[in-house]
């Protein structure tokens, strides 16, 4: 922590921060400048709160010089993390992992249909919501446990893994108990309770950003969860709050890089919510790979125009192969294959 | 609900969405324009899913007319929510309500001191977090239920009322057996289960806006408050994040004048968290009440410099007894007084 | 400037980074810290380029302390910049002063009818765009020097002193010839050939911040008319870009308190393109006069369901003389008076 | 054009609508709801002003649903916009073009190196400042017209066309003169008399998108030119503005989706001042061209660590050579090719 003076502070002003300084436990490095002395604060284990200096007389303002998170860092763990599903997909091991399906369960049928539609064209992951937050609550809120069992059945039926949200404490543990990856949602990426529930879990977790959160903020809220002893976090860009709304949000594709750079965890990409519209998901689902995603999260429908949710960004299951179609070469010019499941049960790849 | 052609969208293509329209139940109005046609959907009733339209043949784009909230809009209700609480003071009442008090409770002395320190110089209510939710694993996170018994005994002994924050669903009834007021926070403020939780219990809630909601997220999270039983809501703008850090938000105070033109709810403003710094809290807490503010909820405590969260945009109670000296001309300009507890215990104005 | 390295940074990385910093003719101090080490760069000048060290080996990045700004600065001249008129009003010289008028002068009647308007209730400055930039090339783009010549009259009529906008060097002139004041709108914040053309004129300048600018930019481009000389500048807070369109702009009014605290130039608010709805002008310009600034300027027309541009934020003068009515004693709550023009010519404040 | 009326209007307040609507030479046709009645304005030809309604009684809203742009939409002329340089070059024409060079020209043998380095990696096209708008007024601003003289000397050497900025209405004259392309930055997107000369020349514009400039105020800021009689205009994503600083801008690479939905000109991306750091360029220069953009414009320098602007965000020659080895890949899967120049000068690909 760096604390920059102003340039008419006194000898006295800096010598009373450099006090303030100590009396905390740390060690003070005064650093004059041509027009400024700058204080360093030496020795900050991410405890100090500025306020206890910001205000003293002649400081002009305080920089936070180290990172404020640890296990997600790639400067703690230089080894990118793998998380290998149960049906033999690793996330972040090499190859481009596809996790695809409605944003709601909506039926048995539709959930089996579009389970097989998804592995039919190569995907690895089935998505669905069993429990839906909505801004509105008059809006579906989802099948709840019965949304569960059939995520469960389509999981036997197709060989995918399933990835499904848990919106409060308790329903962290019935979602753990029926699928294999446990996904937090934008507008609870800061709901700490929640947080701390999924990392005592024995589930991988897919932290989705919040809808205006800084990527520092999503590492600190993944390390919610890593301090809690669960280390397999993925980290999901959906896209950001901006002033245009040309798109439903702004997808922010250089967050992949940026959190490749930062921290050791595997980067998952939403084109669906990250755009908001289906003409625009395959583009940026080719873009999301070629600028380094370990997978992709794609909404697809059986019937996109009777969906009860998201329709207007799902794909149908042939605009979806077409898309396997054009994402698999842009993989390959990176030297990536796309995983599919080592276990595909008999029949999976027909129709119910 | 609008849905905007395009220029070359063939009579079939309009037709096609008139008969969707028709098929969902409602009553399609085709209005042909100069240069492209747009069909009206009549009779929304808020559960129109875009997706089903989005997507047809020759349609540009769909547009939202009706507005998606009910309970809370000044359509709906026509007078203003008026929240009288126990100890006399009403908020939405006319006068101007000052809650203070500081972020976090560290001690029993700390509150005590701040508790005296608001009600000397005329503050109505008490805040001061018990739970805290806190960016960094590594934070301070509160006291707990032991802040909490802390509170309760700085309202015996200033007769002010109580606002702390609930975090989660447990903690929801926990807060409502101690306070008067309910705080949901800035990064809870679409976790709907605690929505509905704090909808259920019998206490009054104050909303945070979320740090990039637009104000219809804020009204629609509020209605999930509503559509449980509870009418007692007030919301609170504390700034919103923007692409300039010369403040740590950005406070929103014309959405003090949008809300009081769409909601009848009670508005509260946070000059502390919209500004993040103690020497923007005044001036912006003067312009706050001049813009409308039913109340005002601001960061005081005894000693900032050692505070455990937000010194660096704390008060001191000298500040605050100032700041309530420049607020009280401003109140008394737009014909406010400033609202003081009815029932002041023995001794509430001498220190502990 | 600070050069902070990785936590894996080597002693050579280091020594690399400090000889860099000593040929590029500075001095070179390192830092070594708990987890990593930061190299300060002293006695930068505002000319190191961050791009001569950033791509160094072993830097996780750069951090800049100084500003890089230095006439418009508070710490390179304490005392506030007063501007006086010639009409006998002096902005930032303690008494609040405003302006007002139409967005577009649009005939000789509507402008004198406008000024007169502004006169009578106590304005001390016209407004009203003769050179009008506007998104579409197909809305009404001004009357150009006609218009110049109506504000003059209208000056003549009634001591109102006249700020109007500059689109172009050509245009720098004409107005400088004209009118009192020449605006710089927020479009062309950055339109450094304008901004220097401004500079070496003899007027004030009114520079408006752009719509996504930050302070620090404001400032800098402000740095840009001061440095060819003129030192009469005004800073304009009027509103940025955000992601909630609840109103057309958010209004910044912390932007004052920082620019103060930053600067010593005197600071307008503009509640109309601040806010862009006429119901929300009154409340959101008694907010700026409570923040501090030390002027408003405000869209008032004779009949706004008329105007070619602006009127859904324009006041009516009635609406001008109630919104006088409520400011006044805002100001005086904060010690000021409102400016008048010492000079009122015989009949100005009969219409025409 | 629609007006939506408050639940509570009355059926004389629609009349008054309709009415103000005819008054201005439109139809109104009026379509009473469930809830409220919403009033269309047909025939909208882009100029009617909101404020001529907005305020009248009973109006909650006006919602726009005509595009105010004409020449640059893709309704208006369906078939892509090609243009073809004299380098036998075309963009917009299937194949990728790539656009590359220092920030500034800084002196002959630098910008020659670098032009030899473009060409010989493949690229058609040679960037280079000669005239530079900064942010700060004592940052380095160019060489001006040697600057341009250099350039041209480089298109001799290489066969490369020339792309550099424009930033004054003198200026265009003379870079018409030299370059290939005239370049209006960011920070001119919306200085009308700029795109107003830039329409006038007889040389292709590269338009970038401004700092916060909405995809429809990019469009309508191309209109400006457009409507001057120069057709041959493309547009520039170059990241916009945004709460997070992980990177310099957010690279909204679905935009060039939008525009490729809404706009018959031809789409190029700028991963450089995208990111702003030389290690997210070639990722999210991969992406671009998996979104599908026409054209990239990329940072390359022969000695970044010494440029006089943007070298933290620069390539050297040998990263430029590795990065056209990546995307030539991502092309071909999107069944492009990389275009190189018809007519490469004798000795083109040796160094100087």
Redesign the interface.
Known sequence: M?V?M???ATQDDVRAVAE?IEDLGYKA?P??????T?V?L??????V????????EGVLR??H??Q??KLVSR?WRGESTEIALSNGVTIGGGDLVVMAGPCSVESRSQILESAHAVAGSGGAVLRGGAFK???????FQGLGVEGLEYLAEAREATGLAIVTEA???DGVKLVAEYADIIQIGA??M?????LREAGRSNKPVLLKR???A????LL?AA??IL?EGQSRVMLCERG????????RN?????????IN?LSHLPVVADPSH??G????VP??A???????ADALIVEVHPD???????????LTPRQFEELMG?IR??A???GKGVATPDRVPQGALSAP
Chains 1, 2, 3, 4 share one sequence.
């Open positions: 760096l920059v102003k340039q008419d303030a490095q650093m004059p400048g041509g027009h400024r700058t360093g030496i020795g900050n284990d991410g405890r709160e500025e306020g206890v200096l910001a205000n003293l305080i920089i010089v180290s404020p998170y400067e937050p909505r801004t509105s609550p008059y809006s919106v409060d404490t507008r609870n800061q709901n700490y309770s929640l919040g809808m205006s800084t990527v520092k903020e600190l390390e919610y301090v950001v709050r901006n002033f245009d709304n040309h798109a702004l997808f922010d594709l250089t967050a992949i890089v940026t750079e990250g755009t519209a289906t003409r625009k583009p940026m080719r873009a999301a790979v070629a600028a380094g996109p125009a009777k969906a009860a949710s998201d329709g207007q960004q799902s054009e070469p842009i390959a010019a990176l």
